[in-house]
């Protein structure tokens, strides 16, 4: 058998390295007599292109983020809301991995749409990058952001005076640029390889959130396969979530240790102390609860949002 795995990132980068080595142990605990094939971000379309791929069942497997999405499955918008998961990156791997409010609740909801999460990873803190320097949330005024599909992203980066724009990663570098676009929001290491951080004077370590991608597959297909064949699939993903967490990490730092070393393209690193951080808080946490009683964005379930903020508790024991 072949299996068609497509991934958002390129060769290298932690959702590709992701579906490579899942190919990997796959061809070994099979002798070769399944081939998974990974796919790099642009092979078949854009980001939206690609989730619609897998629900369509054109590809069997899919690394996907939520972010685009975000009409679809309004739920899954819950991972861009500001300073609602742990800051510690462990502490909320551990509650990706665990959570029944997303393993079984939020999958359910995406398998409405016949897609499957099998499992939760983070890429690794979110960071901003801007010419303007972000230390507190009125430095986001008459910013043009660029966010994923996702209308919780709009409303959060309006509460801090920014307006947004969708688009697909792959144009961003050009958006930035030009100034079409002023800033964005991703993880370190892919700021480094994708190069934002050259066209952005300053970046800023403000751990909002952590970027979380799911690994997926088309529901009807999985569903028929053989249960030997359900079992090697969900063995091999739950084992890869060790195995990813120590990918981005290292990417992470990496990527952060290359852009300060890159003196032809300056980028003036901010981290924000906890009294920043309260100042952004303070303005996002409102949000949380806007986003639970569905003021911003409709079809939301609530008992989601309320078990979660429970496990989240269970672990940070706040
Ligand atoms: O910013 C984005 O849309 C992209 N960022 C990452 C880290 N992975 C893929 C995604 O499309």
Same mark, same amino acid.
């Given at each position: 058998a072949q299996w068609m795995f497509i991934t958002e990132e390129l060769k290298g980068e932690v959702q590709y390295e992701y579906a490579a080595e899942f190919a990997k142990r796959i061809d070994e605990k099979t002798n070769g007599a399944i081939e998974v094939v990974p796919y790099e971000y642009g092979a078949l379309g854009s980001e939206v292109d690609q989730a619609q791929s897998l629900q369509q069942g054109a590809v069997q497997l899919a690394v996907m983020s939520p972010g685009f999405t975000g009409g679809q499955v309004p739920d899954g918008q819950i991972f861009s809301l500001h300073y609602f998961f742990p800051a510690d990156p462990e502490q909320t791997q551990e509650v990706l991995t665990n959570s029944e409010a997303l393993n079984t609740d939020l999958r359910a909801k995406y398998e409405e749409h016949n897609i499957t999460p099998l499992a939760f990873w983070t890429e690794g803190a979110m960071a901003w990058t801007s010419n303007?320097?972000? %230390? %507190?949330? @009125?430095?986001? %005024?008459g910013l043009n952001t660029r966010v994923q599909e996702s209308p919780l992203m709009r409303e959060t980066y309006a509460a801090y005076g920014a307006t947004v724009q969708s688009i697909s990663w792959g144009e961003l570098y050009t958006a930035l640029d030009r100034e079409t676009v002023d800033a964005q929001e991703n993880p370190i290491f892919f700021i480094n390889s994708a190069s934002f951080y050259e066209v952005q004077d300053t970046l800023t370590? @403000?751990?909002?959130n952590n970027y979380v991608a799911m690994t997926t597959v088309n529901t009807d297909w999985y569903n028929g396969l053989p249960e030997n064949e359900k079992a090697l699939i969900d063995e091999t993903v739950e084992e890869m979530q060790e195995w990813v967490f120590e990918e981005q990490k290292a990417q992470n730092e990496a990527g952060l240790e290359a852009i300060k070393a890159d003196t032809e393209n300056p980028t003036e690193i901010i981290e924000l102390t906890d009294e920043q951080i309260e100042a952004f808080k303070e303005v996002a946490l409102p949000v949380h609860e806007k986003y639970r009683n569905g003021e911003l964005t409709e079809g939301v379930d609530p008992a989601i949002y309320d078990k979660l903020k429970e496990e989240i508790a269970e672990v940070t024991g706040e």
């Open positions: 303007v320097g972000i %230390e %507190e949330p @009125s430095d986001w %005024e370590i @403000s751990n909002h």
